[in-house]
């Protein structure tokens, strides 16, 4: 098992347990205490978990903006299901916007088959992905590179968007509850308010796991989202209050 795969599975496990020891996540991922100890340290150092002697506990993720290494590994079998749904919003021809959210990024390798697509984002690695697709005129936003992660954040990044009307934006949030979505950050969030205000529509993707947690900046409302897309349906009380809002829910 490779120290990525490791880290995906320490941190599933410790989303259940909350703190273990390192004797139990040996004998769970069958390694020895040395290669527990490096990966654990490698994800101290990226403020995800804190050891303890003999063991480690999970930080809890309220207003965290997880570095994108680890977000890429969340949930990957239903962001690209999500992803997949997304298709349906798109068209030959579209101006898009894609915010730097590793759910988002799954949806590059899958605008192929496309034509004359036009895309501005603020994710780093999202556009070197773009890049590679000769059918997509990518641009980059310019501004701060936000540390820890793959984004393009700050008072420049917005006004370089606001230099483009947009077909549709594409993106993410960090929670999601019955009063609309939100972002563990503020300058997440701006630069995605920019993306929203200079589009026609704006379709939120987002899984179950994001459901009724809020976070430290909201997004926006539901009232603004033309739909999200998901792969569960949400409770009662946050399902009513979308399509209370004129918001479509699908999954």
Avoid: W
Wanted: proline residues 2%.
């Amino acid at each position: 098992m490779l120290s990525k795969e490791r880290s995906e599975e320490i941190l599933k496990i410790l989303k259940t347990k909350k703190q273990v020891s390192t004797k139990y996540l040996c004998k769970e991922l069958y390694c020895s205490i040395a290669t527990i100890r490096r990966d654990l340290i490698e994800l101290e150092k990226a403020g995800m978990v804190k050891r303890c002697h003999g063991g480690v506990t999970l930080i809890p993720s309220y207003n965290m903006e997880y570095p994108h290494m680890f977000r890429e590994m969340e949930n990957q079998k239903e962001k690209n299901y999500i992803c997949n749904l997304a298709l349906d919003f798109i068209s030959n021809g579209y101006a898009i916007f894609l915010d730097s959210s590793s759910t988002v990024s799954n949806i590059c390798p899958m605008l192929k088959d496309y034509d004359n697509l036009t895309i501005v984002t603020n994710g780093v690695k999202t556009a070197l992905d773009l890049v590679q697709l000769d059918s997509v005129t990518t641009f980059i936003a310019g501004g701060q590179l936000k540390s820890g992660s793959t984004s393009i954040v700050g008072e420049l990044t917005g006004g370089f968007i606001d230099n483009f009307k947009a077909d549709i934006s594409i993106i993410s949030c960090r929670g999601l509850d019955e009063n609309g979505a939100y972002e563990a950050n503020q300058t997440q969030a701006l630069v995605k308010q920019h993306m929203i205000r200079n589009s026609k529509s704006t379709i939120l993707l987002c899984d179950s796991s994001k459901f009724n947690t809020s976070h430290f900046y909201k997004l926006d409302s539901f009232a603004n989202i033309e739909a999200i897309i998901t792969d569960k349906e949400p409770s009662a009380k946050v399902l009513n209050s979308i399509l209370q809002a004129g918001c479509e829910v699908i999954y």
